[in-house]
């Protein structure tokens, strides 16, 4: 029974780290940039989060759904302005860009924001729990697992449903044939980062309310979130959601054997995962 | 007024120049034919007119504007329509996706539509949820030319697109381009194959290294001079 507990809650852990993943996995699908700056923008969503919450007074998914527009706004602007002029056939200059973003996002929110770790307060959620049968499940951890699903859904649907997934599979498959097209990739590529801030925010809202956070935070998130993709098989979003659950369930299997196991045994599991397949579980056909 | 004018068209790629000063008229409804060696400079020059290499504004004229300088995706939208050289189908689309993507920003009442583009090519709407990469080398140049049909250009550029196929698949292809004319549409088709260039054509430009060294009609123009024009006099 224990076991069974263990993985359940495995599986809702990686709820939350496909919400970490999912952003990363759709703006490295689109235009293959690995942005290093992804865990640090999670964490300031998670500020701004907490800044609507204490300045309005509104709870948590409300300040979440006002901070949703800001930063896809946010994401919109940092690819117009900054991503697509160093996106080329060159890997290393976006890479480095990003890697800067995340050293100035740290400090920037250090500044504002001090070194103090924080938390979004979410009231009785914070404790609430569902009896599963002999089980018992936080409502948080499954929020964050639904949550993760019908993002998932949701980005599957625009990705293969709508005439902007369209654009989104033709330029990334070959910018220049879509611009033939009429696609202007630079702006395709600045509504997919603002899409992907938006799974950003909702991350953020879930590492806030069931974590404390600090300015530091997001490297690690980061990890998590690049061993889920990576898992998954890159470009693929379900691939992504197993990528997580994958990671879950192997942290909270260490953590059960030994509870300093739980970290190494997640890192582990990637290791694993990658050495039988390399190109990860749901590999595209072609790239 | 021509609809489509090039005046002085040059090109580079680094040091080394592909275009040295082209002119070209292409009337309305009018059919043009480009051949020429490889090497010619042929794909600079359809490159060069959507937009895919950019030129001073006034290098090519469209419609009385000068668009040397505008995006291609700006190009497209305002009528000029690529097939493109290797037919390049985007592989993770389906056909029919790969249809719908030529009319992702020009959306124009036209003749071409996706009923219509099935029409010209049956076989098209058999295989539309199959990848287009899953087609035969014919069909996916079918895919290619209605792709570009999608968007009801005013000018349709093809670039060799019977490059890799056999005699019998092009002649098929090529069968569909009466209809095309039909509808209005001024064409340029890029050809190393001369036959099948000079059938549809009201007028052929010969192209030898990035310079233009023949023109006329396709039935006052000899073998001779043809040949002379393409390989060069010393040939
Ligand atoms: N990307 C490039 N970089 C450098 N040189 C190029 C490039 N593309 C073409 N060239 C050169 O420019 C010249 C013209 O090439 P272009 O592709 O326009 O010829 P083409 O007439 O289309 O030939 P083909 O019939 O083989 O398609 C050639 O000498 C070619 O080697
Ligand atoms: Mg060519």
Redesign the interface.
Known sequence: MIWVDTVLQGVLLGGLYALFALGLSLVFGIMRLVNLAHGDLIVLAAYLILMIVTLLGLGPFLAALIALPIMFALGWALQRVVLNRVLGTDILPPLLVTFGLSVVLQNALLEGFSADSRRIPAGWLETASLPIGPISVGVMPLLTFLSAIGVTLVLQFIFYRTSLGRAFRATSDDPVTASLMGVKPSSVFAQATGIAMVVVTIAALYLGTRANFDPTTGPARLIYAFEAVIIGGLGSLWGTLAGGIIIGVAQTGGAQINPEWQILAGHIAFLVVLLIRPRGLFPRAFD | MALLETRGLTAFYGDFQALFGVDLDLAEGETMAVIGANGAGKTTLMRSI???IAQKPDMVRFDGENIGAM???DI??AGI??V?EGR?L????SVE?NL???A???KVDGPWRLETVYELFPILKERRHQPG?ALSGGQQQMVSIG?ALM?NPRVLLCDEISLGLAPVVIKDIYAAFPRIRETGASIVVVEQDIGQAMKVADRVHCMMEGRVTLSGRPDELSREAIHDAYFGAAA
């Open positions: 959507a937009g895919v995006a291609p995706d497209m939208a329509a690529m493109p390049k985007f592989p993770s689309l996706e719908l993507m030529g992702h920003r020009r990469t792709r968007s």
